[in-house]
């Protein structure tokens, strides 16, 4: 059974709880194993590969909402509560929901390396954010 993308939504946690990255129109989750390769004077013509370090990024792309102002939607993350965090001298802890029923939610800690908004004329405001992982992606929350 395929999983839905409205399903897999980012939060960020804010000191307290996680809050929902709104309003998302797509995000994703990139992991890479870099390759260690190595050759012998045994065996001059064949190269062995081994699994070196894990590493991971998260894209996010969404509407721009009032996140942070009274009467805001303070209980969200937009481009506004994420640049406060990018600001931030932290790390920024992160949860991704799988929509999977035994692994409901990944869990990390990322810097905030890209954040961008773009206001096209007549048309809602945009925002993209790039979170680059820090440690491992685990399955229980370290903050619980």
Not at 71 to 94: I, R, Y
Request: charged share 20%; with cysteine.
């Amino acid at each position: 059974m395929a999983i839905n993308g409205d399903v897999i939504i980012l939060s960020v946690h804010d000191g307290a709880a996680y809050r929902p990255v709104a309003c998302l129109t797509s995000n994703s989750l990139n992991e890479t194993t870099n390759v260690i390769t190595s050759n012998t004077k045994c065996f001059p013509n064949e190269t062995k590969k081994s699994k070196g370090a894990r590493d991971y990024n998260i894209s996010a792309e969404g509407e721009y909402i009032d996140t942070t102002s009274v009467g805001g939607q303070t209980t969200l993350a937009s481009h506004d509560f994420l640049k406060t965090l990018a600001d931030g001298a932290d790390n920024v802890n992160w949860r991704m929901a799988t929509g999977l029923e035994d692994t409901p939610f990944y869990y990390g800690e990322a810097i905030i390396t890209d954040l961008s908004m773009t206001s096209p004329t007549n048309d809602n405001t945009t925002f993209s954010a790039t979170l680059d992982g820090s440690g491992a992606i685990v399955t229980v929350d370290p903050l619980a």
